[in-house]
Antibody, heavy 114, light 113 residues
Framework: EVQLLESGGGLVQPGGSLRLSCAASGFTFSTYAMNWVRQAPGKGLEWVAAITSGGIAYYADSVKGRFTISRDTSNNTLYLQMDSLRAEDTAVYYC????????WGQGSQVTVSS | DVVMTQSPLSLPVTLGQPTSISCRSSQSLVHTDGNTYLNWFHQRPGQSPRRLIYKVSKRDSGVPDRFSGSGSGTDFTLKISRVEAEDVGVYYCMQGTHWPLWTFGQGTKVEIK
């Protein structure tokens, strides 16, 4: 059974940092592109970042220069380092597997507020 | 970026009746490999999105056959042949053709009349 388990969310002040983790199991993580998608309260879905199986990273303009996506193939884990956080980054962050969004995690809440 | 436009954004439905949601893209979703990577998702409150349909018309495992997807190029439709109570929630279309720059429709909220 495929599982994506996010962790690391929480409450942080504007300008602060958080690192999200996504532990993957049940599929060959090393061969899959991975993504982060977020959903602000009461809003729709927004793609945030992606990383190829080879480690090439891509970012939405809204987070470029502030967020860093990475992966640890030895531990089957995806990361999202979030720096210089803003109130508008408040959202549930989903870890999503593959280029066609086959697999979704349960989400991790990130709240940016003073 | 590819803009995905859904309609309607709110959809009151009657149990047992058919209904449909439209999704239009600002660019063709035909990939250079010949496939069209258009997905449909269903999201209930407090839950993650669940993919129902991929590549326009292919149902995911466990998805009831009352759900069907159709369309081509820039114009796509999700149909529910007979709405059941468990179908309430928000439906999103998503293009994966231009990965990594995924884009989603605004969402259509389905509720029972």
């Amino acid at each position: 059974e495929v599982q994506l388990l996010e962790s690391g969310g929480g409450l942080v002040q504007p300008g602060g940092s958080l690192r999200l983790s996504c532990a993957a199991s049940g599929f060959t993580f090393s061969t899959y592109a991975m993504n982060w998608v977020r959903q602000a309260p009461g809003k729709g879905l927004e793609w945030v970042a992606a990383i190829t199986s080879g480690g090439i990273a891509y970012y939405a303009d809204s987070v470029k220069g502030r967020f860093t996506i990475s992966r640890d193939t030895s531990n089957n884990t995806l990361y999202l380092q979030m720096d210089s956080l803003r109130a508008e980054d408040t959202a549930v962050y989903y870890c999503v597997g593959s280029r066609v969004a086959d697999y979704w995690g349960q989400g991790s809440q990130v709240t940016v507020s003073s | 970026d590819v803009v995905m436009t859904q309609s309607p954004l709110s959809l009151p439905v009657t149990l047992g009746q058919p209904t449909s949601i439209s999704c239009r893209s600002s660019q063709s979703l035909v990939h250079t490999d010949g496939n069209t990577y258009l997905n449909w998702f269903h999201q209930r409150p407090g839950q993650s999105p669940r993919r129902l349909i991929y590549k326009v018309s292919k149902r995911d495992s466990g998805v009831p056959d009352r759900f069907s997807g159709s369309g081509s190029g820039t114009d796509f439709t999700l149909k529910i042949s007979r709405v059941e109570a468990e179908d309430v929630g928000v439906y999103y279309c998503m293009q994966g053709t231009h990965w990594p720059l995924w884009t989603f429709g605004q969402g259509t909220k389905v509720e029972i009349k």
